[in-house]
Nanobody, 123 residues
Framework: EVELVESGGGSVQAGGSLRLSCAAS????????IAWFRQAPGKEREAVSS????????YYADSVKGRFTISSDKAKSTVYLQMNNLKPEDTAVYYC????????????????WGRGTQVTVSS
């Protein structure tokens, strides 16, 4: 059974730091891209950062570049999101996502989500 479990959320003041963890199980870690998404109240879910399991390529949303760092520990099947210099606009529920495309044919998409962890940044 595939499972993604987020942890590390909490409440901090602006300028503070948090490290989120996403522990994965039930699938081959290297075959997937792991991403962090976030959703603030009343807003659409947005991609924050991702890391490729195959080549380690990273992506960051413009809003978090220079402040957030994504990394992975393959031995632990865990992806981390180090968040520094947090701002009130970073307040959201953060979700871990694992995705893989199998081009077959036919094309199959494997997409899994964690339950999320709350991050609250006060000014």
């Amino acid at each position: 059974e595939v499972e993604l479990v987020e942890s590390g959320g909490g409440s901090v003041q602006a300028g503070g730091s948090l490290r989120l963890s996403c522990a994965a199980s039930g699938f081959t870690f290297d075959d997937y891209a792991i991403a962090w998404f976030r959703q603030a109240p009343g807003k659409e879910r947005e991609a924050v950062s991702s890391i490729s399991g195959s080549d380690g390529r990273r992506y960051y949303a413009d809003s978090v570049k220079g402040r957030f760092t994504i990394s992975s520990d393959k031995a632990k099947s865990t992806v981390y999101l180090q968040m520094n210099n947090l701002k009130p606009e970073d307040t959201a529920v953060y979700y871990c996502n694992a995705e893989r495309f199998d081009y077959g044919p036919p094309l199959e998409v494997y997409d899994y989500w964690g339950r999320g962890t709350q991050v609250t940044v006060s000014s």
